[in-house]
């Protein structure tokens, strides 16, 4: 296997000293040199340099992306147009748009470089309910059309595909959903004017691009219901703040209650001339006292056992029940008035005039200010105007004090969310790395597993019993030297095309391939129920698949075969590698029978092992080829030829 470079992005603040410019001479020199380098080497280091030039744009793309995603404070707009903009150029895509699902229509939000008479249209109806969005919804799942002249021609009642195709000239296209918790919140299309269906890599890029889409939504959300609830505290916090000019008396208490009530009892009786005060909390059934003032023990005791609720018998009792200022010039001469509290706990003659003025707030009752004379002496229309005041102003801090715990409870709460979002953006964002770095460097099985365990305990070593498949090109070195590095390419892309999609068919892991050697594995990490039996059928389609090559390859003057190997056994599986880049590897004496054994193949046969053939006689048709003397096997090995599979 042929590893890249490893390239370093790292500068140094040590400035060295500026080489001198190389002379004519020495640049003639150099370029000799290149020419003369073999044409493949230039090849190659022509491949690493675009890889690595791809792999740089990508990660910035996905910084940028990240960077907006972390700062962007609700700006969708700006995010979504971003991600477009790199999906559809790093994918070399003509245009791009990206959508919102909403309903059961698609809200174009992002366009990039769309064909002029596509953006009116869309400016002018911009939700859709046709096309391959459609089938998006329908499916919930990527939607690649490597031609769309077919997917037209095939779908002739799809008269909006016809027009779509002749407005924009779209031959090859592909949409991924964008999904939260299995439900469908969007999705990114990006378009070819050429017939060119996308890469794997390419797939996977903007499939991480609509992950990030669907991060910055539920973020955005988030933040909206933060700033939701923060306004709504903002503007309780400016009424207060309002009132409180007009509680000039009462501010230096702040949110002190008691000390409030205090203050408001204190210039009730001053101001007013009273002898006594009671204020009163009402908890819907009885009054409850909360400040008195100047009022003997024995009352304040009577009244404690006695709570006074809304009724006729007293005057705060009436203030409860009609929720008006109640004002008695003299106690005596009011037979409804019987609360005992109100001539000191039944001594008469202790008050005469009682003034009570609730507590509202809107409509509901706080309490009441109680208020007396121990003579009979009215109380004027400004006192009572005056207490009435002091009602509002007792209103008020009873509601502050309310506010304030509100407050400070929700603070606490957005402090929480805060921190919650906080975390909840790191841990996303560190997913999407861990996502793409997987899939970058295990197989999809294993990488697909992981993730969706949320654990990388798969990748620790670990022994189990699997089915090991090794197959290779007969000849492949050979035309390899004397064919142009195109050729080989082009080859090999076939070649990988078209067991690529077989293994993914049978579930088999991908353990390795290096040029026309391939490794697979059945049993691990996805547990196979007949292995050995996954393996062999596998195998059997390989051979029908390459075979229509091999014809195809001898009629281009190419004498190249194909080989199969197949053994069953225990293996150590895990991680080899370092920080960077790792393969995840199956090592044990089933991986090197399977490589000899596939050496020994002639082209077109499938040896297996003896173990493999005792869990699939039963289904396919063998031929013994006698035994091998297998390199690193200390014993002959019986092989046998799979002719075909048994026809129920």
Same mark, same amino acid.
């Given at each position: 296997?042929?590893?890249?470079?490893?390239?370093?992005?790292?500068?140094?603040?040590?400035?060295?000293?500026?080489?001198?410019?190389?002379?004519?001479?020495?640049?003639?020199?150099?370029?000799?040199?290149?020419?003369?380098?073999?044409?493949?080497?230039?090849?190659?280091?022509?491949?690493?340099?675009?890889?690595?030039?791809?792999?740089?744009?990508?990660?910035?793309?996905?910084?940028?992306?990240?960077?907006?995603?972390?700062?962007?404070?609700?700006?969708?707009?700006?995010?979504?147009?971003?991600?477009?903009?790199?999906?559809?150029?790093?994918?070399?895509?003509?245009?791009?748009?990206?959508?919102?699902?909403?309903?059961?229509?698609?809200?174009?939000?992002?366009?990039?470089?769309?064909?002029?008479?596509?953006?009116?249209?869309?400016?002018?109806?911009?939700?859709?309910?046709?096309?391959?969005?459609?089938?998006?919804?329908?499916?919930?799942?990527?939607?690649?059309?490597?031609?769309?002249?077919?997917?037209?021609?095939?779908?002739?009642?799809?008269?909006?595909?016809?027009?779509? %195709?002749?407005?924009?000239?779209?031959?090859?296209?592909? /949409?991924?959903?964008?999904?939260?918790?299995?439900?469908?919140?969007?999705?990114?299309?990006?378009?070819?004017?050429?017939?060119?269906?996308?890469?794997?890599?390419?797939?996977?890029?903007?499939?991480?691009?609509?992950?990030?889409?669907?991060?910055?939504?539920?973020?955005?959300?988030?933040?909206?219901?933060?700033?939701?609830?923060?306004?709504?505290?903002? /503007?309780?916090?400016?009424?207060?703040?309002?009132?409180?000019?007009?509680?000039?008396?009462?501010?230096?208490?702040?949110?002190?209650?008691?000390?409030?009530?205090?203050?408001?009892?204190?210039?009730?009786?001053?101001?007013?001339?009273?002898?006594?005060?009671?204020?009163?909390?009402?908890?819907?059934?009885?009054?409850? %006292?909360?400040?008195?003032?100047?009022?003997?023990?024995?009352?304040?005791?009577?009244?404690?056992?006695?709570?006074?609720?809304?009724?006729?018998?007293?005057?705060?009792?009436?203030?409860?029940?009609?929720?008006?200022?109640?004002?008695?010039?003299?106690?005596?001469?009011?037979?409804?008035?019987?609360?005992?509290?109100?001539?000191?706990?039944?001594?008469?003659?202790?008050?005469?005039?009682?003034?009570?003025?609730?507590?509202?707030?809107?409509?509901?009752?706080?309490?009441?200010?109680?208020?007396?004379?121990?003579?009979?002496?009215?109380?004027?229309?400004?006192?009572?105007?005056?207490?009435?005041?002091?009602?509002?102003?007792?209103?008020?801090?009873?509601?502050?004090?309310?506010?304030?715990?509100?407050?400070?409870?929700?603070?606490?709460?957005?402090?929480?969310?805060?921190?919650?979002?906080?975390?909840?953006?790191?841990?996303?964002?560190?997913?999407?790395?861990?996502?793409?770095?997987?899939?970058?460097?295990?197989?999809?099985?294993?990488?697909?597993?992981?993730?969706?365990?949320?654990?990388?305990?798969?990748?620790?070593?670990?022994?189990?019993?699997?089915?090991?498949?090794?197959?290779?090109?007969?000849?492949?070195?050979?035309?390899?030297?004397?064919?142009?590095?195109?050729?080989?390419? %082009?080859?090999?892309?076939?070649?990988?095309?078209?067991? /690529?999609?077989?293994?993914?068919?049978?579930?088999?892991?991908?353990?390795?391939?290096?040029?026309?050697?391939?490794?697979?594995?059945?049993?691990?990490?996805?547990?196979?129920?007949?292995?050995?039996?996954?393996?062999?059928?596998?195998?059997?389609?390989?051979?029908?698949?390459?075979?229509?090559?091999?014809?195809?390859?001898?009629?281009?003057?190419?004498?190249?075969?194909? /080989?199969?190997?197949?053994?069953?056994?225990?293996?150590?599986?895990?991680?080899?590698?370092?920080?960077?880049?790792?393969?995840?590897?199956?090592?044990?004496?089933?991986?090197?029978?399977?490589?000899?054994?596939?050496?020994?193949?002639?082209?077109?046969?499938?040896?297996?092992?003896?173990?493999?053939?005792?869990?699939?006689?039963?289904?396919?048709?063998?031929?013994?080829?006698?035994?091998?003397?297998?390199?690193?096997?200390?014993?002959?090995?019986?092989?046998?030829?799979?002719?075909?599979?048994?026809?129920?």
């Amino acid at each position: 296997m042929k590893r890249r470079s490893k390239v370093s992005g790292a500068s140094t603040k040590t400035r060295r000293p500026r080489a001198a410019k190389p002379s004519r001479s020495k640049v003639r020199k150099a370029a000799l040199r290149f020419q003369s380098t073999p044409s493949g080497e230039r090849a190659e280091v022509a491949r690493l340099s675009r890889e690595l030039n791809e792999e740089r744009k990508q990660r910035t793309a996905t910084s940028e992306v990240l960077r907006l995603l972390s700062g962007s404070h609700g700006d969708l707009n700006r995010l979504f147009d971003t991600i477009l903009t790199n999906a559809t150029n790093l994918c070399q895509a003509n245009f791009g748009t990206l959508s919102l699902y909403e309903g059961d229509v698609f809200r174009i939000v992002a366009m990039h470089n769309v064909p002029r008479g596509l953006a009116e249209l869309r400016r002018r109806e911009p939700l859709v309910r046709a096309g391959p969005l459609l089938r998006i919804a329908e499916t919930k799942r990527l939607l690649h059309i490597a031609d769309y002249t077919e997917y037209v021609a095939t779908n002739p009642t799809d008269s909006d595909a016809a027009a779509f %195709a002749k407005l924009t000239g779209v031959r090859t296209l592909i /949409g991924v959903p964008m999904l939260k918790d299995g439900e469908l919140i969007g999705a990114i299309v990006i378009y070819r004017r050429e017939v060119r269906s996308f890469e794997d890599r390419e797939i996977e890029l903007i499939q991480d691009f609509a992950a990030q889409a669907v991060i910055a939504i539920e973020n955005a959300r988030l933040l909206n219901e933060l700033r939701q609830r923060t306004d709504d505290l903002s /503007g309780a916090l400016e009424r207060q703040t309002a009132t409180s000019k007009v509680l000039d008396v009462i501010s230096r208490s702040a949110f002190d209650l008691n000390a409030v009530l205090k203050t408001v009892a204190e210039s009730s009786v001053r101001l007013c001339g009273a002898d006594r005060a009671f204020i009163f909390s009402f908890d819907g059934e009885k009054l409850q %006292a909360l400040v008195s003032l100047n009022v003997p023990q024995v009352s304040q005791d009577f009244v404690s056992r006695n709570p006074i609720r809304p009724g006729r018998d007293s005057a705060a009792g009436r203030a409860v029940l009609e929720r008006r200022v109640i004002h008695i010039p003299d106690v005596l001469a009011d037979p409804e008035l019987t609360y005992a509290s109100l001539s000191g706990g039944g001594k008469a003659g202790d008050v005469r005039t009682v003034l009570a003025v609730p507590i509202l707030k809107d409509n509901d009752l706080l309490g009441v200010i109680l208020i007396f004379h121990v003579e009979v002496r009215p109380f004027t229309e400004n006192e009572i105007a005056l207490v009435e005041t002091f009602a509002d102003q007792a209103a008020i801090a009873i509601e502050n004090t309310r506010l304030l715990k509100e407050l400070r409870e929700r603070t606490e709460e957005v402090e929480k969310l805060n921190q919650h979002l906080e975390q909840r953006v790191t841990d996303q964002v560190g997913e999407i790395e861990r996502m793409g770095r997987l899939r970058r460097f295990l197989p999809p099985q294993v990488a697909d597993l992981i993730v969706a365990s949320g654990s990388e305990k798969q990748l620790e070593s670990h022994r189990r019993e699997i089915t090991a498949l090794f197959c290779d090109l007969r000849g492949f070195t050979g035309f390899s030297e004397s064919a142009d590095p195109e050729d080989v390419m %082009a080859l090999l892309r076939d070649y990988h095309a078209a067991i /690529g999609n077989i293994i993914i068919k049978y579930s088999g892991t991908l353990e390795r391939y290096a040029g026309d050697g391939v490794m697979v594995v059945f049993n691990d990490p996805v547990p196979v129920e007949i292995p050995a039996l996954q393996a062999v059928l596998m195998a059997l389609e390989m051979r029908g698949a390459i075979g229509a090559l091999t014809d195809k390859w001898r009629r281009l003057g190419h004498d190249i075969g194909f /080989g199969i190997g197949i053994a069953h056994g225990f293996a150590t599986l895990g991680t080899i590698g370092f920080e960077g880049r790792f393969d995840y590897a199956a090592i044990g004496t089933v991986s090197n029978v399977a490589s000899r054994l596939c050496d020994e193949a002639k082209p077109g046969q499938i040896l297996i092992s003896a173990r493999v053939l005792m869990a699939v006689e039963d289904t396919v048709k063998v031929e013994p080829v006698g035994e091998f003397e297998l390199k690193g096997i200390r014993r002959p090995l019986a092989a046998y030829n799979v002719v075909a599979a048994n026809v129920s």
